[in-house]
Each structure stands twice: as structure tokens, then as C-alpha cells.
């Protein structure tokens, strides 16, 4: 041959090498960052949140429903954690589905298996390098999303102390901390879902039912959500990481289900993403025909996460002392009673009133579930009470009577509220009078007028307390 | 450097219950341009595919420039190509996807410029790739497999959708590659193609090959041809055909005054001499069917979707 061939990496004859790791991830980031879908993605990501949490922070009607919604105009840190619970439903799965869930079908669809295959020469480098450029960009996207709507919290409406879920206040520096930690959290299960979103992409070939895996998956748990599930079926989904940051905003912090849902989310990422990467090195490149069948997609991947799941059922169990549904009348007046003398003392401050301590309160509650009407004397609950199964569970139907002391004074203050506590353990307390105590009147603080801390407020049981 | 490129002795390769590939021989020497024809299903995909390391014979030998080739993605380097139409992606630019491929396979920048001005698509190189023509993403996919500066060229139906002129450059290219001594293995469902740009060709029919040789060779195998005939005087035209040795008069209608005629070419010969000393003058006479497009179709049975039990043996083709 006469051409001078300077281009030829190696001599004649030589074995060929497959490209390099970097090269290979450099190119599926440039693929995945070339579709118009993704950067409309990433524009959405940047800008939604952020205006949403500035929007929404001037106005007077507030989100009560998710937590700290109510608070979104008090604290500029209640906005990202707002849009963290709103994402963990819905946002970070149809993410992880149009990214992960495309990352291999989209070849399938442009018919490029064998030009890359034979480009890179090594299936285990394309799976590596598209598996690690589909983390690369959910995990751009999820830090759009929260720096967006941190920002957007701050500059709307500032960097304030926040009320936790347990009526602590949490300083500006402190709250700014568990932000970050909060959405540390929720990468493990929002990769959780991208691995399913691989092994979908990786099954269904072309047909968008592999696309769309993550999306379905994420639809199954909201449903799954709202049974009456025991807590230890609850704990053992990793979508329960995407609930369980909520506990690092009480204090102390729940951390039990946080370690638990962190475990089980670890453990979905890497069978998933097993099962993803021993389908696609076994897969046959020459078969355009790749649009996968449901036998496949229930073989190689619905079948073992189901074992997982129940393995992760046995271990949570076996390891944890959960039982029934995790919500019990001692662990919810235990609570009650806690967020309700930090509020009282906070209460107490903003009305510049005589400063009071939450010992000195001696707090204690009565709930009842059903109706039942509440014995108002008794501030403790006997083992008969307590064995009593209609006295468990959640329920909107819960009503409880809180005593406490006023230092200085024999008199006992009470006051009943109402609450709705959701199986996930988090409760909505509303005052049910006194009016004076946890009725609906604004307080003028330092920032503007507040609501009454004691009017509604969010509390979280730790489902993993252990029991008495 | 070795005279050859390719070497197969008995490549069979089975899909299942399919046997795409049934004892495959193939030598290509370095510098030609070898044609791979055959009916829908044959096996030219396969067996190309095979040629760039898709996938590996199930029994059999396969030799690329030199290098016995036993595993999937074994190939050596200085094979390129493509197969089942180029691999391009719509949302990159022509110079993006062939940079792409240059940075994977470590082949130097100025490489992409050569490649893009071979195919004469540098106008185009900064257009999204999405809004090509089937003829231009050939082209581009020609570029790609350009890159390395190939020793074995595989192309799969690479004029497929080109215009003239697209495909008197692509044409070019490939015949200028030959000649600095490239081997280039394309296929293509169209016969004039093959005659056009190769000197060997290959007839794969159900995985079998049916014949493989010069192009000369092939068109000798088309048997008995049938010419249409036009002719100063069509009536006596007719009555010198029928009289004529070795020659058979069809009754295929014809819509002017042209008839056909069926013989071997020296009983066509003799026919033409007759007429003219009969002193009728000959205006036209032409192969209805061209001799590679009969060959193939003698080969491989008239259509090309027939059972494997109907298609010509080996025997059939020498
Ligand atoms: N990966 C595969 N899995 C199963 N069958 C296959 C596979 N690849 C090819 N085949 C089968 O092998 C046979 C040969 O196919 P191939 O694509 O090589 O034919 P071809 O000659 O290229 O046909 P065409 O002219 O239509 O492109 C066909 O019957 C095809 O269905
Ligand atoms: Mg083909």
C-alpha cells in the first residue's frame, strides 16, 4: 500500500484494543447531552424550583399539605425541602426514566449497536461508560433541582431558622446543613430508580414500556404507599428513603429509617444494575429485532427484585424492632407532647410572654383513636390501653388532649387537638381549642406576621422507636 | 504486507434453527474490489458482519489480514465499515459523529477533514446529521469507515439511496482506496453496481455460496440469453429466426415490430449473420434480462424468496 498510514494505531496483525474508558464516557455524555430533550430537562430543572419556592413564599396560601409547605414563608431553607418531597414522588423518577431509561434503547431505536460496538469493541466499557454518563446526568439534574429551589428559598425569602418536626427550631446554619444531608439522602434511591431505569433500557429495546419502567415503578409505591401496609414492608421499599430524610429535621434525628432505606436503596442499585449489565453483555448485536418480551423483562429483572424485596422485608424484621404498623398511641403522644411544649415555649417568646421550659411543662398527652372519648386525667396510658388494637395505626381519626404545668402555678393547662397521621408515620396536629392556646390568630414576629405555631403544625413518628 | 485479506474456509454460522451461513468459502486479495450479491436473506449481512467483528463463525476458519479471527470483536485493526446502513447520530453534526468515532478509535483529528473532503460532504460537516439524506449519511458512514485508513473496507449496500452523481463519487472513492491496495468487500442488491465497480464477485444464495469468480466469468454463467431483435423487416426477420439453428422464437408479445429470440451467444452470432445476408438490416439487438442480472437470477431461482430446496446446488453453478 502506498498511502502512509500514520492514523494506524497499532502494527499489522496486532490485537485490537478497546477504545478507553474516558473516550467511551466522553462520547455517551456528548450523545446525552446533544438531545434537545435533555437540555429542556435541565433548563426545567434550573428555573421551576426556584420560582416555584420564590413565588410561593410570597404568597399567603402555603402548601400545608407537604411538610414544611406551612413554613414557606418563614424560612427560605422550607422551600428546597418542599420541592424534595414534591420530587421524590414523581420529578426524580420520571427523571431517572428519561435518562437512564433511554440510555440504551436510544441506540435500539437509531439502529447504532454495531456501529458502536465496533467502534468501542468492548460491551462492558459501552455498559460502564453509558451507566456511569446516565449517573453523571441525574445526578446534574437533581443538583440543579436543589440548588434552584435553595436559591430561589434564599433569596426570596431568606436564610431564617426553620421549625422541625418535632417543634425544635433549627438555627440558619444548622438547617443549612440538614438541607444539604436531606438531598445527600436521596440519591441513593433516586439512583435506586435509574438503575431500574438501565435494566428496563437494557431489556425493552426499542419498545417504550423500558422507558417508562422507572415512571411505572414510581407509581406502584404511591399506590403501594397508601395501603395499610406494616411498617416493615413500608421500610423495606426504597422509595421509603425518599420519606425517611424527614427525620433529620427532628431532634434527635430519626436515623433509623434513613440507615435502613439508605441500605435498601444501596441494595436495589447494585442488583439492578447486575441484572442490567449481565443482560447486555450476553446480549447478540446482530439481532436488530432487540424489542425485548414480557418474559424477559419479568425473568431477568421484575423476578429478582421481587426476591429482593422480600429479602429485604425478612432482614428489616429480623434486624429492627418494628412491629405492626410503627404507629402507636404511646409513640404518637410521646411526640405530640414533645413538639407541643417546644411550640408552647416558642409561642411563649413571640407573645413576649414569661419564659417558660419545656421541663418545667411537664407535658403529657392523651390520645385516643375512633371517637373514643379521651379520659382527660389520665397522662398515662396502662398495658390494656396500649394492647388494644383500634388504639394503633394511622388515621384521621386520632384526637388528643395535651396537659402541662404553667411554672410558678398549680393550674394544668389542656388543650385537644386533632390529628391526621398518614401510614408514613407524619401527622398533622390541628388545635382544636382553647382559642388562646392553639387557635387560628397571626403572631407579629421579627419577619412579619406568623400563624400561631400551635394553630397546625407537621410531626413525624420515628417508625422504628422502639416500643414500650 | 500479506497478498491477502481475507481467508474463509467453511465459515458456517447458525441463528437459532437458521443457518445464515453454510460453509462459507472467501478469498479476497488486498487492492480489489470484491462484490457480495444475493437474494433477501442470503447471508451478505452476516457474513460482513462477521468480517468487522460482530460476531464470530460457529465452525470454520476465518483469516483477517492475517490474523485468524476466533471471538466476537477479535478483528484486527485496520478493518472498517459498516453494516445494516452506517451508524450515525441524528442530534450530533456530519464532523461530530466521524470526531466521535476518531477519539475512540485514537486516530488523529486531521483525519475527520480528510475524510469529510473524500466524500464531499465538508460543506455540510457543522449540519446536524438529523436532517441528511439517505445518500449523505451513506456518504458519511463511507467517511467513518475512511478514518483509520482501512486495509479492509466492509460495506453493506453502500450506494443504497445515492443519486448519480453521489454514487459516482462514492465510486471513485472506493476505487481509489483499490488502488492504493485496500481490499473492499461491498454488497448490493444491484447487478450494475457490481459490474460497475468489482472484478470479483460472490453469490451467496440461503448462506451457500453459488458462485465466486471475475465478473466475466459470472455473466457466462447466465446460460442461454433472450434477445430482443428490431429489424428493417420484422415478417422475414421472423421466418430466418425460426429456421435458424439453436434458436428459439418466443411469442412474447412485443409492442412494436421487435421480437425475441432465445439462444447461447455463438447461435446469436450466426442468426446475425444469416439476417444480414438475407439483406435485412439490423437496428437493435439487446439482452432483455442483462447477463449479470440473468446469471443471478439463474443462480439463485427466479425469485428470490424461493425454498432452500429449490435454489441451484453447487453443482449447479460450475
Ligand atoms: N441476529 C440474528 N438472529 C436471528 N436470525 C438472524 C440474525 N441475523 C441474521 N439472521 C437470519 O439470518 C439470515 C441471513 O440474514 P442476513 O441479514 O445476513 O441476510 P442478507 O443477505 O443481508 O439479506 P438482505 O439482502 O435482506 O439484507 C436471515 O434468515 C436472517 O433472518
Ligand atoms: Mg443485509
Known amino acids: ?468 | 504486507m500479506q497478498d491477502r485479506a481475507i481467508r474463509a474456509r467453511g465459515i458456517t454460522k447458525s441463528f437459532g434453527e437458521v443457518v445464515a451461513l453454510d460453509g462459507v468459502d472467501l478469498d479476497i486479495p488486498t487492492g480489489t474490489v470484491h462484490g457480495l450479491v444475493g437474494p433477501n436473506g442470503a447471508g451478505k449481512t452476516t457474513l460482513l458482519g462477521m468480517l468487522l467483528g460482530l460476531s464470530s463463525p460457529d465452525r470454520g476458519e476465518l483469516e483477517i489480514l492475517g490474523c485468524p479471527v476466533r471471538q466476537d470483536l477479535a478483528v484486527p485493526d485496520g478493518v472498517a465499515g459498516f453494516v445494516d446502513g452506517p451508524g450515525l447520530y441524528p442530534a450530533l453534526t456530519a464532523r461530530k459523529n466521524l470526531r466521535a468515532v476518531a477519539a475512540l478509535r485514537g486516530y488523529p483529528a486531521w483525519s475527520v477533514e480528510d475524510a469529510l473532503g473524500r466524500v464531499g460532504l465538508s460543506d455540510v460537516a457543522d449540519d446536524a446529521v438529523r436532517g441528511f439524506s439517505l445518500g449523505m449519511r451513506q456518504r458519511l458512514g463511507l467517511a467513518a469507515a475512511l478514518l483509520g485508513d482501512p486495509r479492509l473496507l466492509v460495506l453493506d449496500e453502500p450506494s443504497n439511496g445515492l443519486d448519480p452523481a453521489g454514487k459516482r463519487q462514492v465510486h471513485g472513492t472506493i476505487a481509489d482506496l483499490a488502488a492504493q491496495g485496500t481490499a473492499v468487500i461491498l454488497s448490493s442488491h444491484r447487478m450494475d453496481d457490481v459490474g460497475a465497480l468489482c472484478s470479483e464477485v460472490t453469490l451467496l444464495a440461503t448462506g451457500r455460496v453459488v458462485f465466486s469468480g471475475p465478473l466475466s466469468k459470472l455473466a457466462a454463467e447466465s446460460g442461454d440469453l433472450d434477445y430482443r431483435l428490431l429489424t428493417s423487416d420484422p415478417t422475414h426477420a421472423r421466418s430466418v429466426a425460426s429456421a435458424a439453428e439453436e434458436i428459439a422464437l418466443l411469442d412474447g408479445a412485443t409492442d412494436d415490430d421487435a421480437f425475441v429470440v432465445r439462444g447461447a451467444v455463438p447461435a446469436m452470432d450466426r442468426l446475425g449473420a444469416e439476417l444480414v445476408r438475407a439483406g435485412i438490416a439490423l437496428r437493435e439487438l439487446a439482452p432483455v434480462t442483462p447477463p449479470l442480472e440473468a446469471a443471478f437470477l439463474a443462480l439463485t431461482g427466479d425469485t428470490p424468496s424461493e425454498t432452500p430446496s429449490e435454489t441451484p446446488s453447487d453443482e449447479d453453478a460450475r
Open chain 1, 1 to 468: 500500500m502506498s498511502a502512509p498510514a500514520p492514523a494506524r494505531p497499532t502494527t499489522s496483525g496486532a490485537a485490537p484494543l478497546p477504545a478507553s474508558f474516558a473516550r467511551t464516557l466522553r462520547f455517551e455524555l456528548v450523545k446525552l447531552i446533544a438531545q434537545w430533550r435533555i437540555r429542556v430537562i435541565l433548563l426545567c430543572c434550573l428555573l421551576a424550583p426556584g420560582v416555584f419556592v420564590a413565588a410561593t413564599g410570597q404568597q399567603t396560601s402555603l402548601p400545608a399539605d407537604t411538610v414544611f409547605g406551612r413554613w414557606m414563608a418563614l424560612s427560605g431553607w422550607a422551600g428546597p425541602l418542599v420541592v424534595l418531597a414534591f420530587a421524590g414522588v414523581w420529578a426524580l423518577p420520571l427523571l431517572t426514566s428519561l435518562v437512564a431509561g433511554d440510555v440504551f434503547a436510544i441506540e435500539d431505536r437509531l439502529g447504532t449497536w454495531r456501529h458502536l460496538v465496533v467502534t468501542v469493541r468492548s460491551p462492558r466499557r459501552i455498559f460502564a461508560a453509558k451507566a456511569l454518563a446516565s449517573l453523571i446526568v441525574v445526578l446534574t439534574l437533581m443538583i440543579a433541582i436543589a440548588l434552584s429551589a435553595t436559591l430561589g428559598g434564599l433569596l426570596g425569602v431568606g436564610s431564617h431558622p426553620l421549625v422541625g418536626l418535632d417543634g425544635h427550631m433549627f438555627g440558619a446554619g444548622d438547617v443549612a446543613g440538614r438541607v444539604l444531608l436531606a438531598w445527600l439522602v436521596v440519591v441513593l434511591p433516586t439512583l435506586a430508580y435509574a438503575a431500574i431505569g438501565l435494566l428496563g433500557s437494557v431489556t425493552m429495546g426499542r419498545s417504550p414500556i423500558g422507558l417508562l419502567l422507572p415512571a411505572l415503578l414510581a407509581l406502584l409505591v404511591q399506590v403501594v404507599q397508601m395501603l395499610p401496609l406494616p411498617a416493615v414492608v413500608r421500610l423495606a421499599l426504597p422509595s421509603n428513603t425518599f420519606l425517611a430524610w424527614r427525620g433529620l429535621f427532628t431532634s434527635p434525628a430519626q436515623t433509623g429509617p434513613i440507615v435502613v432505606g439508605l441500605v435498601v436503596s444501596l441494595a436495589w442499585v447494585v442488583l439492578a444494575t447486575a441484572l442490567a449489565y449481565r443482560l447486555f453483555v450476553r446480549r447478540d448485536f446482530t439481532d436488530l429485532t432487540n424489542d425485548g418480551s414480557a418474559r424477559r423483562i419479568a425473568v431477568g429483572g421484575l423476578l429478582p427484585l421481587a426476591a429482593l424485596t422480600a429479602v429485604s422485608v425478612a432482614a428489616v424484621a429480623v434486624l429492627t424492632p418494628v412491629t405492626g404498623s410503627g404507629i402507636t398511641r404511646a409513640t404518637l403522644q410521646d411526640s405530640l407532647s414533645t413538639s407541643f411544649s417546644r411550640l408552647y415555649v416558642l409561642q411563649t417568646a413571640q407573645l413576649h410572654r414569661p419564659a417558660v421550659t419545656e421541663a418545667a411543662m411537664q407535658t403529657a398527652s392523651t390520645c385516643t383513636k375512633g371517637g373514643l372519648a379521651a379520659t382527660s386525667t389520665t397522662s398515662t396510658t396502662s398495658a390494656a390501653d396500649a394492647a388494644d388494637p383500634t388504639q394503633t395505626g394511622p388515621g384521621n381519626d386520632w384526637r388528643c388532649i395535651v396537659s402541662w404545668h404553667t411554672p410558678g402555678t398549680t393550674f394544668v393547662g389542656q388543650a385537644t387537638f386533632q390529628l391526621d397521621v398518614t401510614p408514613d408515620g407524619r401527622y398533622v396536629a390541628d388545635g382544636d381549642g382553647p382559642k388562646e392556646v392553639n387557635g387560628s390568630f397571626p403572631i407579629h414576629t421579627a419577619q412579619g406576621d406568623a400563624p400561631n405555631p400551635l394553630w397546625q403544625f407537621d410531626g413525624l413518628v420515628d417508625l422504628l422507636a422502639p416500643h414500650r
